[in-house]
């Protein structure tokens, strides 16, 4: 359900969801400038005023009397599908639809929505919540002349297997209590997941091993990853093994840390 704020959101984004679509297997490679999403050169009145590595920005924003800072009116942040994805998040999104076919939107609670498609996942904050509806029909690459069907997310095996994590035993337990404590996942983790799964439909997970780690066990991974991402060298000495098998160690929950 979304919260207040995004109820005029909501009603800007009903015209825009269509059925279903399977979702896929990634890499991680950047966009060339060519695949980089945006809304054009011109946005809701507004020209891109700056661009910085993979995001465009529209228009200035004016700074509040007594603040230090202020967001601009409306930007597109573009990442990888493994290094921004919601079952990687330490969040749950306000709420998770399909967009134009088959990108996968998850509502923030911080005026964005991010839209796995393909590789990629877009994200686009509006300072304005009514501006969102126009900005997600307006999104395309720079190499589209236009609007087109967003095509299915694209995720790697480790994400495909927290979603197999529920769903491997959704079936047999049927109730979402009795799944997160099977599963050792929050209530509200199980429901996202099920979701998910249930937007990208069942080719997604067809031949998708359910995981043999534990929700504990990938939860310390995470961490693990988390503390020695710029220092790698020093926690493999600290764990007693070479920097190749601390990777290969980590690479077990990649598409999970925010980082690829």
Not at 46 to 61: D, F, I, K, L, Q
Not at 165 to 191: H, M, N, S, W, Y
Not at 235 to 256: E, H, M, P, Q, W
Request: hydrophobic share 40%; charged share 20%; glycine share 12%.
């Amino acid at each position: 359900m979304l919260r207040g704020r995004w109820i005029a959101l909501s009603i800007a984004l009903c015209s825009l969801l269509l059925a279903p679509s399977a979702g896929g297997r990634v890499g991680a490679e950047g966009p060339s400038p060519a695949q980089t999403y945006w809304l054009g050169p011109y946005f809701a009145g507004m020209e891109v005023t700056g661009t910085t590595g993979s995001t465009v920005v529209y228009g200035n924003c004016e700074l509040p009397e007594g603040e230090g800072g202020c967001a601009p009116p409306a930007q597109v942040q573009n990442s990888s599908s493994c290094a921004r994805n919601p079952i990687g998040l330490d969040r749950i999104p306000a709420e998770v639809f399909l967009l134009r076919g088959g990108g996968l939107a998850a509502v923030n609670e911080s005026n964005g929505v991010d839209i796995g498609t393909g590789g990629r996942t877009v994200t686009v904050y509006t300072g304005e919540p009514e501006l969102m509806g126009a900005a997600l029909r307006e999104l395309h690459t720079r190499a589209q002349s236009a609007p087109a069907p967003l095509a299915p997310p694209v995720y790697p095996l480790p994400v495909l297997r927290e979603l197999k994590r529920v769903t491997a035993v959704a079936g047999r337990l049927g109730g979402v209590g009795a799944i997160a404590t099977a599963t050792d996942l929050p209530p509200a983790e199980v429901e996202l997941r099920l979701r998910i799964a249930e937007l990208l439909g069942p080719e997604a997970l067809a031949g998708v091993p359910a995981p043999t780690m534990s929700t504990d066990t990938v939860e310390r991974l995470r961490q693990l990853a988390f503390k020695s991402q710029f220092h790698p060298v020093r926690a493999a000495r600290r764990l007693g093994i070479s920097v190749d098998s601390l990777r290969a160690k980590l690479s077990r929950v990649r598409g999970l840390t925010g980082r690829c």
